[in-house]
């Protein structure tokens, strides 16, 4: 008897934030038009605020199962003045199933909602802001937070970030060693181009097709880091990927940021388990290295065009499999069958949301992964 595989997966996920039932580009509400004061009875009291499993950031600004995400600004002192609000990002606590994660965040989803309807908002989901120009440092950069800014890479290129939603995918499996550990984000970021392909959505900028199905895919590959890894202790492993463990319970987690925005939660628990399975995994072969932009560039273009894309995630689908059923993980090896009928018939997220903006003018998808029982 095989028994099935101790695992832990936590999900991270972006929203932009519109006003409640309002699908006109005059209805997204970021940067310029919300402010915090707006969202406050959204943020206080907030679900999560105890759960040490989840790390709060030096400022206390990323604390519950959601929170503003934006541009911090500094005064020229480093003190914290302020916040440019770019959505909202809900994260689960650490579950022990890619299903009990989903229902995590569908049971915080539905909490956010009612709060954010009672503000007058409501979510959106698309990886890229469809008609904002790109994002503006106003007032510009003090000097303190130039060199903040270069020092701390999660602050770097906030410009870029600002436009942008992704879900970020938090797996670990106890007692897998470090040096696994170190292996499998290698292996991820290698081949982040292909795993993102089958989740392209961004296909809007300036209000127009830009042309590609991932705005956000093109412009942030040579910027953000496609994966992380958390160990007690990185000094072993001097690796540009590999950062301290803030907590014991982080130590061994893997992190892969590189999928765009789906609204789909079939879509993300199937991403969910593609990674599970490729930690897992210990067939494949690679030279490990960050990917040329021109690779995600073209990706994001025309994702199929090249025929070894769909060879190389055809094979990384195969492997993932394996090794969930061989760790006895059945039901999540099922989730991949969504990916591979997507694989064959070459449909991304984005194919979807062209036609929805040829046909009606739709810029994104309102509302949230599960639809409102309520509205």
């Known amino acids: 008897m095989t028994y099935a595989k101790e695992y832990r997966v936590g999900i991270e996920f972006e929203y932009w934030l519109t006003q409640y039932r309002n699908k006109s580009a005059a209805g997204i509400r970021s940067f310029d038009n919300i402010t915090l004061s707006e969202l406050a009875s959204a943020l206080n009291n907030r679900p999560g605020m105890d759960d040490a499993s989840l790390h709060k950031g030096d400022a206390g600004i990323k604390a519950g199962y959601w929170y503003v995400e934006g541009d911090e600004r500094f005064s020229p ?14 994260r ?7 299903t009990a994660a989903l229902d995590s965040l569908q049971t915080i989803e539905v909490q956010l909602s009612e709060r954010l309807k009672a503000c007058g908002l409501g979510l959106a989901i698309s990886a890229y802001h469809p008609v904002s120009p790109r994002y503006q440092f106003n007032p510009p950069l003090n000097a303190w937070e130039k060199v903040f800014r270069e020092e701390h890479a999660a602050f770097r290129h906030a410009d870029l970030v600002m436009q942008t939603c992704g879900p970020d995918i938090n797996i670990s499996v106890p007692e897998m060693s470090d040096t696994r550990v170190v292996h499998a984000v290698e292996k991820l970021t290698f081949f982040a181009p292909y795993l993102v392909a089958l989740s392209l959505n961004g296909p809007l900028e300036n209000g127009q097709l830009w042309g590609g199905l991932s705005r956000r895919t093109a412009l942030r590959s040579c910027h953000r880091p496609a994966c992380k890894g958390f160990l007690t202790n990185p000094a072993v492993y001097p690796h540009d990927f590999i950062y301290p ?6 130590h061994g987690r893997i992190e892969f940021k590189a999928f765009d925005a789906v609204p789909d939660p079939a879509l993300l628990g199937a991403f969910c388990a593609w ?8 067939t494949i072969a690679f030279n490990y290295g960050v990917q040329p932009d021109a690779r995600f560039n073209a990706i994001a273009r025309e994702p199929f065009a090249d025929l070894t894309v769909s060879t190389v995630i055809e094979t990384l689908l195969n492997a993932a499999r394996r090794a969930l059923e061989q760790h006895g993980l059945l039901n999540e090896a099922v989730r991949l069958q969504l990916l591979s009928e997507r694989l064959a018939n070459r449909i991304t997220p984005a194919d979807d949301m062209i036609t929805r903006f040829l046909v009606s003018g739709e810029l994104m998808h309102f509302g949230g992964l599960w639809p409102d029982l309520n509205a």
Do not use: C, H, M, W
């Not at 689960?92 to 890619?98: D, L």
């Not at 463990?245 to 982080?250: M, Q």
């Not at 990674?275 to 210990?282: N, Y």
């Open 245 to 250: 463990a803030r907590n014991g319970g982080e």
């Open 77 to 90: 002192e480093g003190q914290l003045t302020g916040q440019v609000i770019k959505g909202i990002e809900i």
């Open 275 to 282: 990674i599970l399975g490729l930690v897992l995994d210990d």
């Open 92 to 98: 689960t606590p650490p579950a022990e199933s890619v």
